[in-house]
């Protein structure tokens, strides 16, 4: 088995005027497998996405740095959601990809939604991972939220740490380490334009329009989007499961990677045939 690292190539790309630093992993072995393309969380760089790239050697994984964030250069104005989505789709057309499925963690996640309702013909498997609807989100603790809106949480190393488990409903230790040795800081004017990216900004009018199959992924300790998101994704999409990660926090796709990533893959590797809508108000719990 090829190791992740060996698959792996980052470089630079330019989208019409902005600069993208891009990770591409490559499949294994030609499985026919469909790519995957990954949206990140608010502030999170490339780096963050590794354990994808190790854990699904079986298809192509296209990730990268959101404009500000990582190694991205930050870009002049403001952008939405709709303008990120179809940089995406310039990114992936870009690598030969057409039919993909689709993911995305946090924030990463209402990416992914955008996306999915501009180019839903191209999407045949979405998976959204500790999210939301945008503005319409039922909010999490003050006390995560206030210190996720922080951007020193990214620039120093020890503000994270100690405030790990508040941020995100994780225990510290070794895996809290090593996340914070992977952060690349943004820079300001990303982390703001990142922010400001989906005020005003909801799905809710748009879910019946995502008709394929789509697995909704929620930690039950997530201290920054509570579980009610993920049964008001689970309600509102047509075709949708709901998967709880015991004990996952909002990091889980990291924290308990050994338990989510199977989950993912089982859902990606499933026959096209299959009607999840019969299944889709039965929560299965891991």
């Not at 870009?94 to 996306?115: C, E, K, L, P, T």
């Not at 405030?163 to 996340?179: C, I, P, Q, S, V």
């Amino acid at each position: 088995m090829a190791k992740a690292n060996e698959r792996l190539s980052i470089r630079f790309e330019t989208i019409g005027n902005q600069v993208l630093r891009v990770a591409h992993w490559r499949a294994e072995t030609d499985t026919g497998n469909r790519p995957l393309l990954f949206f990140n969380g608010i502030g999170a760089n490339l780096e963050l996405a590794l354990v994808l790239g190790e854990l699904l050697p079986d298809r192509d994984i296209l990730t990268f740095d959101v404009p500000g964030v990582g190694e991205s250069p930050a870009p002049l104005l403001p952008y939405r959601p709709w303008q990120l989505a179809r940089m995406a789709r310039k990114l992936v057309d870009r690598y030969g990809f057409y039919n993909i499925d689709v993911m995305g963690v946090s924030w990463g996640g209402v990416m992914a939604q955008q996306f999915a309702i501009q180019y839903r013909k191209r999407v045949k498997r979405l998976i959204l991972a500790a999210t939301t609807t945008g503005m319409t989100m039922v909010p999490g603790k003050m006390a995560s939220i206030s210190k996720m809106t922080n951007p020193r949480r990214y620039a120093d190393p020890a503000y994270m740490l100690k405030n790990f488990e508040t941020l995100y409903g994780e225990e510290g230790g070794d895996g809290a380490e090593g996340f914070v040795a992977a952060l690349k800081p943004p820079s300001p004017r990303g982390y703001l334009f990142q922010m400001l990216a989906f005020v005003g900004w909801t799905s809710l009018p748009f879910m019946r329009m995502l008709k394929m199959p789509t697995l909704v992924l929620a930690g039950d300790r997530d201290s920054i989007v509570p579980m009610a998101n993920a049964h008001i994704l689970n309600f509102a999409l047509p075709k949708s499961r709901l998967h709880v990660i015991k004990d996952g926090g909002h990091l889980f796709l990291i924290s308990k990677a050994d338990i989510t990533v199977p989950v993912i893959q089982d859902f990606l590797n499933e026959p096209y045939e299959v009607d999840l809508s019969d299944i889709r108000n039965g929560a299965q719990t891991a």
